[in-house]
């Protein structure tokens, strides 16, 4: 068999791997042959994912995914948002997916929710140069509706990768989309959130989005508290054992 051909069909069982367990996590019943029920083609929505790798830098990595189409979400993309920040951040963010603004500008987090999450990084001294940021999805989804699950299992293993690139020390999720993608649970966030996860070894803190922040501005304290844990990490003066 040629060899371009063999690293495709390769390429493809991986991306169809990560898919079927994903579903299989997310308690959805499979059809024989392992196929989701509410999926019509899986293979085709995770065409060539890659496998998670621990060896790719973020240029890598963005190489890699070029002109993605492995799901449907790149029809209502104007850019594809990659990330931004220090490649060798101790601490990074993880979002759900881009806006609309995100969409226009190919940047994480510069809308309204953006905004918001820049306060919060100001008052706690911290600048975006020394983070890093990212989403779970890395295209816009139509009207920005909620991230579907073969969606995510086609873009999942790309956050796997940028992880696996940076290894910060801290990471903190935003929101019920980003905790249930990284942690693999259907634990709601409100449950989650302020309790410290663990990921590969990785310290997580689940907070809630910004954009649920900008809703119900009543729950930015607890948000404020969660962050108060990991800046203690982050500068040294506490553990995530510590509840
Ligand atoms: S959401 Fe992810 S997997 Fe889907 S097209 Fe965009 S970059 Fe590719």
């Known amino acids: 068999m040629p060899e371009p051909l063999k690293k495709e069909l390769c390429r493809l069982a991986a991306g169809l791997k990560e898919f079927v367990n994903y579903q299989r996590r997310s308690g959805l019943q499979l059809l024989e042959g392992g196929y989701p029920v509410s999926i019509v083609k899986p293979a085709a929505a995770v065409a060539a994912s890659p496998e998670p790798t621990a060896a790719m830098s973020l240029e890598e990595i963005r190489e890699e995914m070029g002109d993605c189409r492995r799901c449907k979400l790149w029809q209502s993309r104007t850019r594809l948002v990659f990330g931004s920040g220090n490649p060798k951040a101790r601490l990074m963010f993880i979002g759900e997916a881009p806006g609309a603004e995100e969409d226009k500008q190919g940047e994480p987090f510069v809308g309204e929710a953006g905004q918001l999450l820049n306060n919060l990084l100001h008052k706690l001294d911290l600048n975006r140069q020394e983070i890093f940021i990212s989403n779970v999805i890395k295209s816009r989804p139509p009207g920005n509706r909620t991230p579907m699950a073969d969606e995510i299992a086609a873009c ?22 980003a905790t249930h993608a990284l942690l693999e649970t259907k634990t709601p966030i409100s449950r989650l959130r302020g309790k410290w996860q663990q990921w590969q070894g990785i310290a ?21 508290e969660d962050m108060q844990q990991v800046m203690a990490i982050y500068k040294g003066k506490g553990s995530e054992n510590s509840e």
């Open 156 to 177: 999942r293993p790309f956050l796997i990768q940028q992880i696996e690139a940076i290894r910060p020390q801290i990471i903190v999720t935003l929101g019920g989309v």
């Open 204 to 224: 997580v803190m689940p907070t809630f989005h910004p954009s649920y922040l900008l809703r119900f501005p009543q729950e930015r304290k607890k948000t404020w």
